[in-house]
């Protein structure tokens, strides 16, 4: 598998063999996973701030527009479709040869503490997130 990274929020990929099904199309979860990828890389350039909570993804779903096959080049562009007091949604486009592919959306809970309590987003990562917002 060939990853590419254009920018911090796009990540291109080739699909790779185990990630398509025994009828050649790439697996719903293969999809999920990819876009968990964008989203990592994106996450790693938001500000640091001091005692920064933990996030939980407390949701994750895909609409598949297009089947992917094997070697397909798929690019996965992260933005902000939510942000709320405690959670932060991100929506993912997944296309291909200019052709939309897929949607994922990923809901992330910030949490503190053992018992994961939510609280709010630090006021820096909020301001950040704000430039990404569709």
Known sequence: MTTTVERSDVIE???PPRDVDRHGQMFIAAYI????????NFWRTR??????????AT?????LHRA????DLARFSVSVN???GKSVGFAVTVETEEE?????EILWLAVRGEEHEPVALPDDTRDWLYKYLV
Request: with cysteine.
């Open 33 to 40: 996973a990819q876009a968990e990828t964008a989203l990592s």
């Open 59 to 63: 949701k994750a779903s895909c609409a």
């Open 82 to 84: 939510k942000i709320g």
């Open 47 to 56: 500000p640091l701030v001091k005692d920064e909570p933990a996030y939980l």
């Open 13 to 15: 990929i080739r699909v």
């Open 68 to 71: 992917l096959r094997y070697d």
């Open 100 to 104: 939309l592919a897929a949607e994922v």
